[in-house]
C-alpha cells in the first residue's frame, strides 16, 4: 500500500473522479463535508489542509482529507464546522489507522464526528447519535411521520404560520438563491445567536465568512451551497445555509430574525424547506449531532458518529492528551447528564445576555 499525502489543490481531475465514484458506491459516505469539492474550497484558505492519496497495484484504494498542526497534531479539515469526517474509500478496503497517521506525518489524528462506518472507528472511542430527516420515502410520508411523533408541534407550527400571515402579511420561501446579500442577512442572524447564547461566533473568523460565500457560488451536479429564506410581506424572517451532494443536504448554518420569535420562524422555515428539499432529489437531510430542541422535534432517523483519537507513541500525542482528553471527557459527561446539560445551557445565555449588554 502506497501513502501520498498533497494538498487538496493539487488534486487532478482523474482522481477527483475516482473521490466521486468512491462517494457514488458507498451510501455512508454520501455527504457533501466528505465531497472533493468541500475539501478543496477549505484548501483554498488553509494552508495546513491535506489529502493523504492511499493506493496499491490495483488502483487508489481512498482519501484522507486532514489539517496538519504543530507538534503532529492532526485534525478533520474544517474542523469544528463539519458534521462528517473521515476516509473516503474502497467499501471492502482495509486500512489500518497508526500505519495511515504515520504516513501523513501525525502524532496524533482527533476527530468529534467521524462516521461509524469508518476504518479508522475502534471500540473504545464515544459513540453518538446523529439526527436525520430521512425522505426516502417522499415528503408526504415524511410529514405523516412527524403528524405521529411531533404531533403538538407540527400543529402549532402550522397555526404559527397562518397567524404570522394574517399579522403580517403573506409568506414567500426563496430555495436555491445565489445572493450574497441574502446570505449576509442570514450570517447576521446567526452571529446574534451566537452571542445571545453564549457561544463563540465562528463568523469572527475571516476565513469562515470567506469559506461559505465561496461555496454559495458552488453549484454542480455534484455538490452546491444551498441558501433558502422564508419572506413575510417580502421582509426575510428565517433561513438556512448548507450544502448538498445529489441525495443529501446537511444543515449547516439556520437562523432567523428575533423580532418574529413568538411566530416560531425557525420551524416554519425548517418545513418549508424539507418539502423544497425533496423536490430537488434530496433524500436525506443529516441535522447534525447535538441535542437540540428542534432536532428532536424534526427527525424521522438517526445515524451515529464518533468522537475520539488515535495516537501513536510520542512528545507530541501527550501534549495533546494533557491539553484536550481531560477537557473532552468533561464536557462528554456534562452533555450525557440532562440536569447538566440544562445547567449549562442556562449558564451561557445568562452569559450571552450580559455580553450583549456589556458590548450594547
Known sequence: MRISVVHPCDLGESEIAIWRELQDAHPALDNPFLSPEFIIEVGRLRPQARVAVI??????????????????????????????????HCKDAEFDPHTLIRA????????DHLLASQPLALERHARYPSPIIDLSDGYTAYIETIKETSGKTYRSTTYKSRKLQRDVGPLRHEYGLRDRASLHTLLGWKTEQYRRTGRSDRFAKPWIVRLVENLLEVNTEHFAGVLDMIY???????????????TTLVGWFPAYD??????SPGLIHHL?????????????????RGQKEYKEKLKNGEHMV???????????????????????????????HPLLR???????????????TIAS
Do not use: N
Not at 417580502?234 to 448538498?244: E, K, N, S, V, W
Not at 428575533?258 to 411566530?263: G, L, R
Open 342 to 356: 440544562r445547567t449549562a445551557d442556562r449558564a451561557l445565555k445568562t452569559y450571552g445576555r450580559f455580553r450583549t
Open 258 to 263: 428575533t423580532a418574529f420569535s413568538k411566530y
Open 232 to 246: 413575510v410581506d417580502d421582509r426575510p424572517i428565517a433561513g438556512h445555509f448548507g450544502l448538498r451532494t445529489k
Open 55 to 88: 493506493s496499491d497495484a490495483t488502483g487508489i484504494l481512498g482519501f484522507f482529507p486532514f489539517e496538519r498542526h504543530p507538534f503532529g497534531i492532526g485534525m478533520p479539515i474544517a474542523a469544528g464546522l463539519t458534521d462528517a469526517q473521515g476516509l473516503v
Open 306 to 336: 464518533i468522537e475520539g483519537r488515535i495516537a501513536r507513541p510520542s512528545a507530541g500525542a501527550g501534549v495533546h492528551w494533557l491539553s484536550r482528553v481531560p477537557a473532552r471527557k468533561a464536557r462528554a459527561t456534562v452533555l450525557a
Open 104 to 111: 501523513c506525518g501525525l502524532a496524533v489524528f482527533e476527530f
Open 272 to 288: 418549508a424547506m424539507v418539502g423544497r428539499a425533496a423536490e430537488a432529489g434530496i433524500q436525506v437531510i443529516d441535522l447534525g
